[in-house]
């Protein structure tokens, strides 16, 4: 959908932020809360002197409800506002603060994304200080090696007797003791500068794959030609720490099994005759709804007659594939919304859900989603299968009679008031 | 002063400079290093003191301590515990499995010999 079909959206989420009832607004600028209702969701155009009422009354320029801000950097705003909730960000006006000043916003989302990029390297290495048995081992030596010496020294140095046999031992000792420390010193820091090289700070290797994934638009070309993931691995992974390499590798694999199993150029077909729905084009192309899935989210958006967005979670719930829509975020680090059919799917396997769905508090949609959990790989005797959940998310779509179920990102940055689902508070403003 | 320490360390140059602290001291100290026998070697040594390094060939200090107090004729010996790692969940871990007192590396040999005198004090 064009930006400034989005204006209705966007007087929703300001209102929203505002605490604003919709009847109230309608009746400031002389309309009727049925009619403000169609435009809020988008059905009905909108500009003049409605517009510019609109726009005073929610204490905003015309300009920002035509234009708007751009959806990820509004997002990443919210983030760092969420990152540091005492600083008492005006959350309410953070669509006028982008739109005002885009300069200084994209400056801020930016410093957010290294800020947090950091921690998480300074994670990572807590944890490696921790876990890595190479390093421990290194320690554990120098801290008994320092020992003996300083043992060995003390008694020669205090007062007290000791026979020249003793002497020459303990010296012995220490000359010894003096040059294993050395020589476990230079080891270690060998250690420490050859990982240095290989080593890429940019967090977990699950986002470094994620933020791969990103880059070349969740679609490898040459997989779709036939090429060998080994080759295209090394093209693509020659910067990722070896752990992501592995994973880089994994989904290669299954990226190439997929587009073997299911050719671009027929599933462009089937989209055609059957549109979307991941349970008809299953049916119609003999492939399970999951590979359908993960077929659509690699189509071209030119190929799509919406865009098609794709969350992966094991059965912890932990998501391990995103691609999502401008208008329908994923979020990068740590738990999604708990009502997202994904989850659900889960609970209840084999079963294709779906659901009619918008982003609260965000512009866009309404949104098709369709979610199923499959058990991975072939059954095996004795084995308890592991299950993982695909959701594909399409829009904006028709939804039809369905009912719109409103869902968030994450519940920290969701306005949606008295949420059952709820995890944590919102930093919202004017949420609960 | 007397007494008898028993040393589990394995690393040969630590056990020479407290073999000979505890010595000069007038303690009668054994010493072993390996972990897997350690267990067998208490219980034939019957020491008033244990000293117990942490990391072992072939088994942990904490698995052989878990073991002494297992067995009631070795339950209540009094045990200094010494390790690399000084963190608070090592520390924690010694004190489930029963340490009396737990020393971090690099240690003095005065602290050593202030451990063994108030463990082996009635």
């Known amino acids: 959908m064009a930006r400034d079909t989005l204006t209705g959206s966007r007087i929703r989420e300001r209102r929203i932020a505002l605490g604003l009832r919709q009847a109230a607004l309608a009746q400031a600028v002389g309309i009727s809360a049925s009619y403000l209702n169609l435009i809020e969701h988008n059905r009905r155009r909108i500009g003049g002197k409605l517009l510019v009422a609109i726009a005073q009354r929610l204490g905003v320029e015309p300009a920002l409800l035509s234009e708007g801000a751009g959806a990820a950097l509004i997002a990443s705003l919210r983030e760092a506002a969420s990152d540091l909730p005492q600083a008492g960000a005006e959350l309410d006006r953070i669509d006028e603060f982008a739109g005002r000043f885009p300069g200084w916003a994209q400056l801020l989302a930016q410093s957010r994304t290294r800020i947090a990029a950091l921690e998480r390297s300074v994670d990572a290495l807590t944890d490696r200080l921790t876990h890595d048995p190479h390093l421990a081992a290194s320690l554990h030596e120098m801290l008994s090696t320092v020992t003996a010496i300083r043992s060995s020294a003390s008694i020669l140095a205090e007062p007290g007797e000791v026979d020249p046999e003793w002497q020459a031992r303990f010296h012995r000792n220490i000359y010894e003791d003096s040059a294993r420390l050395a020589d476990t010193s230079r080891a270690l820091v060998a250690y420490l500068e050859a990982d240095e090289t290989t080593e890429t700070a940019t967090g977990t290797p699950q986002e470094e794959l994620d933020a791969l994934q990103d880059r070349i638009g969740h679609r490898v070309a040459e997989l779709e030609d036939g090429a060998a993931p080994v080759e295209v691995a090394a093209r693509l992974g020659a910067a990722l720490t070896p752990l992501a390499q592995q994973m880089l590798r994994a989904w290669l694999d299954r990226y190439a099994a997929d587009a073997a199993a299911l050719p671009a150029a027929a599933l462009r077909r089937a989209v055609a005759a059957q549109g979307l729905d991941p349970g008809r084009l299953s049916q119609a192309l003999g492939c399970d709804p999951a590979q359908v899935m993960r077929r659509l989210a690699a189509l071209p958006d030119a190929d799509v007659p919406q865009a098609v967005g794709l969350a992966i979670c094991d059965a912890s719930g932990a998501l391990t594939f995103r691609k999502p829509l401008p208008e329908f975020p994923m979020p990068r680090f740590g738990a999604a919304c708990p009502l997202w059919p994904l989850y659900q799917a889960l609970s209840r396997p084999h079963v294709i859900l779906a659901q009619a769905l918008s982003a609260a508090g965000r512009q866009g949609g309404p949104f098709r989603a369709y979610a199923v959990a499959l058990p991975c790989g072939l059954p095996e005797t004795g084995c308890e299968p592991r299950y993982q959940a695909h959701m594909l998310v399409t829009g904006p779509a028709d939804t039809g009679a369905l009912p719109v179920a409103e869902l968030g990102v994450s519940c920290r940055i969701c306005p949606r008031r008295d949420c059952p689902a709820r995890r944590e508070p919102t930093i919202l403003a004017g949420t609960a | ?122």
């Open chain 2, 1 to 122: 002063m007397g007494g008898h320490v028993l040393l589990i360390e394995d690393e040969p140059n630590i056990i020479e400079a407290i073999r000979f602290i505890l010595s000069r001291e007038g303690w009668r100290v054994h010493t072993h290093s390996d972990g897997r026998s350690a267990v067998d070697v208490v219980r034939e040594r019957a020491p008033d003191v244990l000293i117990l390094d942490v990391m072992l060939p072939g088994r942990s200090g904490y698995d052989i301590l878990r073991d002494l107090r297992g067995d009631p004729a070795t339950a209540g010996l009094k045990v200094l515990m010494l390790t690399a790692r000084g963190q608070n969940r090592d520390r924690e871990m010694a004190e489930q499995v029963g340490v009396n007192m737990f020393m971090t590396k690099p240690f003095s040999n005065a602290e050593v010999l202030e451990a063994v005198r108030t463990l082996s004090a009635p």
